[in-house]
C-alpha cells in the first residue's frame, strides 16, 4: 500500500484526487473513495488534489484514522485488481467499516 484515504472524504467524494491520479487507481464506493494498494505507484500526485485533506502516505495517517489503512484494503477484497477505476465507475458500495459509520455531512 502507498496512499489512504481517511475519514474526512466520507460521505463527500469529491473526486479531484481522481483527476490527478495518472494510474487510475482511485476507485469509487457508495460514501467514499479507496486507493487500490497494489495499483498505486506511490506518486503522491493525489494528496495535495484532495480538498478535505483526507489522503495520507500509510506511515502518516493519524491515529485516531488508522482503521481506514485496513478498510482501503478491505474495499478490493471481493473487487480483486480491475487494472483501472475508469472502467469500473461507482461500485455503489463500501467495507462494513464505512458503511456503519454515521452521516459525516452536516445537518443531517
Avoid: K
Wanted: glycine content about 8%; proline content about 8%; aromatic content about 10%.
Amino acid at each position: 500500500m502507498a496512499y489512504v484515504i481517511a475519514q474526512p472524504c466520507v460521505d463527500v467524494l469529491d473526486r479531484g484526487c481522481v483527476e490527478e491520479c495518472p494510474v487510475d487507481c482511485i476507485y469509487e464506493g457508495d460514501r467514499m473513495l479507496y486507493i487500490h494498494p497494489d495499483e498505486c505507484v506511490d506518486c503522491g500526485a493525489c494528496e495535495p488534489a484532495c480538498p478535505v485533506e483526507a489522503i495520507f502516505y500509510e506511515d502518516d495517517v493519524p491515529d485516531e484514522w488508522s482503521e481506514y489503512t485496513q478498510t482501503n484494503i478491505d474495499f478490493f477484497e471481493e473487487l480483486g485488481s480491475p487494472g483501472g477505476a475508469a472502467s469500473v465507475g461507482r461500485t455503489g458500495t463500501d467495507t462494513d467499516f464505512v458503511s456503519s459509520l454515521p452521516p459525516q455531512n452536516e445537518g443531517e
